[in-house]
């Protein structure tokens, strides 16, 4: 196995939390546009279901891209990771790229067609749908591990010369258990209600479509506080690591994190109900951040747990000039002139509003 | 028998290399097209005349309906790595995922941030940020081709990195990136964007003239796009041939698989010296069963002597031998696509020059436009064809020399490889047909010439897709100053 330098861990680590970021901004932007997407499977009026792609227009694009940057950066960092959790993950990931690439296509074809409206709405709310159910499924079964070998049963005969990093190279449909089945339907709520809010804060206020979104929030709200109770009570069969640390010298450290996101969520919950739009996405948001950042601290330092770390995945050439390029220079811009895109397109719409060109 | 050949192999070869011919449609167009609406946009803003304007919005619509077909189809190529390469992944990550992963920061996050402003953010902001946001799309597009031409050279030519411990450890980040390969290949893809946006854009102004429609907006583009071809193609060609000549120096084998090269020597002993027009290979593999070949003009192309001695087949081992029927008429097909446009570009400026292209005469040259309209389909199969010739004439090399590709692809079982390719031909199937489809549509719509021209910004959220009865739905998009 490599041996990284003190200096290099350290750095691991910082990528490690700069790809929990990455992931992070990805569930919090596309969240909300995947959401609204599902929702819009259950907008007969077409011009609802425009103006509902019309809302994500200029900002859906870059939202999406977050999940290519974490991508980009696990393969840059963590490239011994990618390589294998990536093929384990193939079919789930194969259907949450189809359900991508459907979602993406359908916001531009929409509005130029005219026979084929119908399909393409379908196609849009459809992918929206598939991608964080297949998403959701395949976090649940990285949670659980997989098991690697440095064998290439494929090619049994094949020199593999020097090539010997330990790699997936069981079946393709080991994801699957009742665990990721779970969490693929625990992403979807998530993602509802995410979408709920987003549609509440896009439209005008006196839209119709605000009332939708209000029922879709309003009910996956509750769906999502049982989600989660559910998921952390399997999590404490499931994952003896994650209870002794939970319950290690730290656990008052736990309980403060639990109870701000309890906080959060009542705080999301009162903003929802006082119709303070914007309020009631950053509060969610919040919930997620405590969350994710929960569950990545619960995992430390194990990337895919009992599978790789932070150190053995990481790639031996980590080093303190890409990472201060990456921290200093690109990352800072990216979120900056992100911020900018949410500003310039934050005014409210009405389902009259045609996608913009 | 050869490693490579077994069908697990070939699967895995043909996942990857469907994805790729189904997205490389749409990047070249995005970042060829880019400059060009960036030039009629500050044509606009110079000027004032409102038809530069409507051009460029009228090319924004399709630039959009292909960018979205290009991030469809991109994000996957970035997670195809791990899954169907994942053993590459891992041993060349250090690298080439470092690459990878910084055009995503630097170039992919950049595009889409600005590209939002630019589509979508006519009059909320104002015409000099608008100006900045096109500038930036122009300057990340390029920066992503560059990003990925050079992850991709360092396959073809690799450097600076030496193999410990499974993985290729990065020794010099400098000679890893500037790859002899990378230093015409970078160039050689961005022109092949800008040679694509070109013919693009004088096909559709072509069609639009022969169609008799807006000939006066559309004969404008049209001759500009020409003119800049005369030189850029040209260019193009150089390239292209500078590349050759780098990969006769490098990647012999490569080399030896476009020319159909089999024999080093001739049999008395003098270098074979020999091009072949057209060959097909024996049964063998070991020579041509027939070719047609004109002397010297292999030497004369790969070391610009007249009887230069050109490495050939004979002089790699038959394991390490690359396909020759692919790589060597994807090669040919690309050379004369280039040659073809290039005689295109000239008629044009021949025409030109006599005056023929003026607005008044333009419409009578319906030959001309109608060998536009073909032309503008042609640098995309220039594309493919020199994408297939360089990723198979690199086998059975997946890093070539130091990785083998049986060696870089995931172990999958080949239901798990028919599973996935006959999920994406379905996928990227609808993806392209729907693309030219609304191409077409939009095409045929023509440019919007009614639209109030935006101004500075501030002025509206939206626009009304049809006047409303409703008077609710009447626009209150004042924005907060």
């Not at chain 2, 597009?141 to 050079?150: D, E, G, N, R, Y």
């Not at chain 2, 159909?260 to 593999?285: F, I, M, Q, R, V």
């Not at chain 2, 021949?350 to 419409?363: D, Y």
């Not at chain 2, 070539?400 to 172990?411: D, E, F, H, N, V």
């Amino acid at each position: 196995m490599q041996h990284l330098s003190a200096m290099q861990e350290i750095l691991a680590t910082a990528w490690w939390a700069l790809l929990g970021f990455s992931f992070l901004a990805y569930l919090v932007l596309d969240g909300a546009d995947l959401g609204a997407g599902v929702i819009s499977l259950f907008i007969k009026d077409p011009q609802e279901k425009g103006a509902i792609m019309a809302s994500m227009a200029g900002t859906w694009d870059a939202n999406e891209t977050w999940l290519v940057v974490a991508g980009g950066v696990m393969f840059g960092t963590f490239p011994f990771v990618y390589g294998s959790a990536f093929h384990f993950l193939m079919v789930p990931l194969a259907l949450a790229l189809w359900g991508i690439i459907s979602r993406a296509i359908s916001l531009e074809f929409y509005h130029h067609a005219e026979s084929s409206k119908r399909f393409w709405g379908f196609m849009f709310g459809f992918g929206s749908l598939v991608t964080p159910y297949f998403a959701g499924m395949a976090m649940g079964a990285v949670l659980l591990g997989f098991p690697m070998t440095s064998l290439h049963p494929g090619n049994a005969h094949a020199n593999l010369g020097p090539f010997t990093l330990p790699t997936y190279s069981g079946s393709p449909l080991a994801f699957i258990s009742p665990f990721s089945v779970w969490t693929g339907f625990g992403a979807l709520i998530a993602v509802a209600l995410a979408g709920g809010l987003f549609i509440r804060a896009r439209f005008e206020k006196h839209c119709p479509v605000r009332e939708t979104a209000l029922t879709w929030a309003n009910t996956s709200f509750y769906l999502a506080l049982a989600a989660v109770v559910i998921t952390v009570v399997w999590s404490i069969f499931l994952f003896p690591w994650a209870v002794h640390k939970w319950l290690g010298a730290y656990w008052w450290a736990w309980l403060l994190v639990l109870l701000a996101t309890v906080f959060a969520a009542i705080k999301s919950r009162m903003a929802t109900a006082k119709g303070h739009d914007l309020a009631a996405i950053l509060w969610l948001n919040l919930v997620v951040t405590l969350m994710w950042g929960g569950m990545m601290a619960t995992m430390f330092p194990w990337i895919v747990p009992n599978t790789w770390t932070i150190f053995s995945g990481a790639s031996p050439n980590v080093s303190i000039i890409t990472f201060t390029m990456a921290m200093i220079g690109f990352f800072p811009i990216m979120i900056m002139y992100n911020a900018y895109q949410w500003w310039v397109f934050r005014g409210r719409v009405t389902k009259l509003v045609a996608y913009g060109h | 028998m050869l490693l490579e050949n077994t069908l697990s192999v070939l699967l895995a070869r043909f996942d990857f290399a469907w994805i790729t011919s189904m997205h490389i449609l749409y990047p070249p167009l995005t970042f060829g097209l880019a400059p060009l609406l960036l030039f009629s946009e500050w044509r606009w803003m110079k000027t004032n005349e409102e038809h530069w304007y409507r051009l460029n919005r009228f090319f924004e619509k399709l630039f959009i309906v292909n960018f979205g077909a290009g991030v469809a189809t991109g994000v996957t190529m970035e997670m195809s790595f791990g899954i169907l390469f994942g053993p590459f992944s891992q041993a060349a990550g250090p690298f080439f995922g470092q690459i990878l992963g910084y055009e995503t920061i630097t170039a992919f996050m950049y595009e889409a941030g600005f590209l939002g402003l630019m589509v979508f953010g006519w009059g909320k902001i104002g015409k000099k940020m608008h100006l900045f946001a096109t500038f930036n799309v122009v300057l990340s597009s390029l920066l992503s081709a560059m990003w990925i031409l050079i992850a991709n050279s360092w396959m073809q030519t690799p450097r600076g990195v030496k193999l410990q411990d499974g993985s290729f450890h990065v020794t010099n980040w400098y000679t890893a990136i500037f790859t002899p390969d990378m230093v015409w290949a970078v160039p050689h893809m961005v022109v092949a964007g800008i040679v694509l946006a070109l013919f693009f854009v004088a096909g559709v102004s072509a069609w639009f003239v022969l169609k008799g429609r807006h000939v006066d907006l559309f004969a404008r583009p049209l001759k500009y796009a020409l003119l800049a071809a005369v030189l850029v193609v040209p260019f193009q060609i150089w390239l292209g041939d500078t590349l050759g000549v780098v990969i006769a120096h490098d990647q012999p084998a490569a080399l030896a698989s476009m020319e159909g090269h089999y024999h080093t020597l001739n049999k008395d002993g003098s270098p074979n010296t020999g091009w072949h027009l057209l060959a097909w290979p024996n049964a063998e593999g070991n020579g041509n069963a027939w070719a047609i070949t004109i002397p010297h003009v292999l030497s004369m192309l790969e070391t610009h002597t007249l009887n230069g001695k050109v490495p050939g087949m004979d002089t790699i081992a038959p394991k390490d031998r690359p396909p020759v029927v692919i790589p060597f008429y994807s090669f040919r097909v690309m050379v004369a696509i280039g040659f073809f446009l290039w005689f295109v570009a000239l008629w044009a400026a021949w025409l030109a020059f006599k005056g023929r292209l003026s607005i008044s005469s333009i419409a009578k040259n319906k030959w001309f436009l109608r060998t536009l309209v073909f032309s503008a389909f042609l640098p995309y199969l220039a594309i493919w064809t020199g994408w297939w010739t360089r990723e198979i004439a690199r086998q059975p090399w997946i890093v070539y020399g130091l990785m083998r590709t049986a060696q870089g692809m995931s172990p999958m079982t080949v239901g798990q490889e028919i599973f996935w390719l006959a999920g994406y031909v379905i996928f990227e199937l609808t993806v392209w047909g729907g693309t030219w489809y609304f191409f077409s549509k939009i095409i045929r719509k023509g440019p919007d010439m009614d639209s109030p021209v935006v101004g500075e910004g501030h002025e509206h959220l939206g626009h009304l897709e049809e006047p409303s009865h409703d008077e609710s739905a009447s626009p209150r998009y004042v924005r907060p100053a």
